[in-house]
């Protein structure tokens, strides 16, 4: 299994940016597939962006965060990336990364979760 602890969140205004990062230990890296998750306050959890193990490492984006958001990993450094560009208000949320050796793409059912790291984005 992983543990996985987030960072990088913070508050900026609209149109900033901001990296998240989620490192990862306790076992392979590269044998599990990651995404990002969000959940604004008072609302569901929903997917933001997923990235596949293996040498495929396809990527998928939520449409609200297409081409603004990017998901990356490096194995060597055992971390998961989210570079948020184009930041609104709306992408205000807590966000967590998950992973699992399961790809279950935007399905929340990853079996390994970080504590969250909360962005706001003001207007």
């Known amino acids: 299994q992983v543990q996985l602890v987030e960072s990088g969140g913070g508050s900026v205004q609209g149109g900033g940016s901001l990296r998240l990062s989620c490192a990862a230990s306790?076992?392979?890296?590269?044998?599990?597939?990651m995404g990002w998750f969000r959940q604004p306050p008072g609302k569901e959890r929903e997917g933001v962006a997923t990235?596949?193990?293996?040498?495929?490492?396809?990527?998928a984006y939520a449409d609200s965060v297409k081409g603004r958001f990017t998901i990356s990993k490096d194995n060597a450094k055992n971390t998961l990336y989210l570079q948020m560009n184009s930041l609104k208000p709306e992408d205000t949320a807590m966000y967590y990364c998950?992973?699992?050796?399961?790809?279950?793409?935007?399905?929340?059912?990853?079996?390994?979760w970080g504590q969250g790291t909360q962005v706001t984005v003001s207007s």
């Open positions: 306790g076992d392979t890296y590269s044998r599990y597939s």
């Open positions: 998950a992973a699992d050796r399961i790809y279950y793409g935007f399905i929340p059912a990853y079996n390994y």
């Open positions: 990235i596949r193990s293996g040498s495929d490492g396809s990527t």
